[in-house]
Structures are given as structure tokens and as C-alpha cells.
Nanobody, 126 residues
Framework: QVQLVESGGGLVQAGGSLRLSCAASGRTFSSYAMGWFRQAPGKEREFGAAISWSGGTTYYADSVKGRFTISRDNAKNTVYLQMNSLKPEDTAVYYC???????????????????WGQGTPVTVSS
């Protein structure tokens, strides 16, 4: 079992930056691949970024590539999402998610992820 708690969301102007954090409970955090997803009002939840259990592999959606960076600190049981050059279309609730994996690659489909946080809202004003 993994429990996830996101933080760091808020209101920011276009072009600004935010860093989201996701704190995980449990002693086996390093056994899980982690992902960040987002859901805008009236839209489906979409993949943003993922990182392997070791941190050695990362993968990004085209919409955030080059602007967002996912990272993890297994000693702190935390995964991060650094978001730069934010755009109004990045406005959404951001969710942290996890699935058990010892593989070097990561997946981007919602159904792959077994554990989810409650979400943290991000609003980017123009």
C-alpha cells in the first residue's frame, strides 16, 4: 500500500514556475514508478510525466516536454514536478500516482497506476 499526498499547487502568472511535491508513505517507495497526471475542468485526466523506480528513466508528454521536469528522492519518499514557463492551458488539478515496477521503463496510461493522491490545483493566469 502506498499513500500519496501532493502539495505545492497555487496561482501563478503565465511564464512563471511552480514546484509540486508528492510525499509517499510506506517503506518501499523505491519499488514504485511514479507519475504526474493532470485534469482540467470538463476534460479527461491526462498524462504529464513519469519516472522509474531508480530515477534513471523519465518520460514526458509532448505538451510539457522541455518545460516540466520530474525527479524523485527515494531517501525522502518524495517525487517532484518542476514546472517552468507555465501557460494558461496548464491550468488543472495535478495528481501524483504510483505503480509497482522494477523495470527500467515507465508507462503513461492512467489504468497502469494503482495509487493516487488527492490532487493539488494549479491555476495559470494570462
Amino acid at each position: 500500500q502506498v499513500q500519496l499526498v501532493e502539495s505545492g499547487g497555487g496561482l501563478v502568472q503565465a511564464g512563471g514556475s511552480l514546484r509540486l511535491s508528492c510525499a509517499a508513505s510506506g517503506r518501499t517507495f523505491s519499488s514504485y514508478a511514479m507519475g504526474w497526471f493532470r485534469q482540467a475542468p470538463g476534460k479527461e485526466r491526462e498524462f504529464g510525466a513519469a519516472i522509474s523506480w531508480s530515477g534513471g528513466t523519465t518520460y514526458y508528454a509532448d505538451s510539457v516536454k522541455g518545460r516540466f521536469t520530474i525527479s524523485r528522492d527515494n531517501a525522502k519518499n518524495t517525487v517532484y514536478l518542476q514546472m517552468n514557463s507555465l501557460k494558461p492551458e496548464d491550468t488543472a488539478v495535478y495528481y501524483c500516482a504510483a505503480y509497482y515496477s522494477d523495470k527500467y521503463y515507465v508507462r503513461q496510461t492512467v489504468n497502469t497506476y494503482d495509487y493516487w493522491g488527492q490532487g493539488t490545483p494549479v491555476t495559470v493566469s494570462s
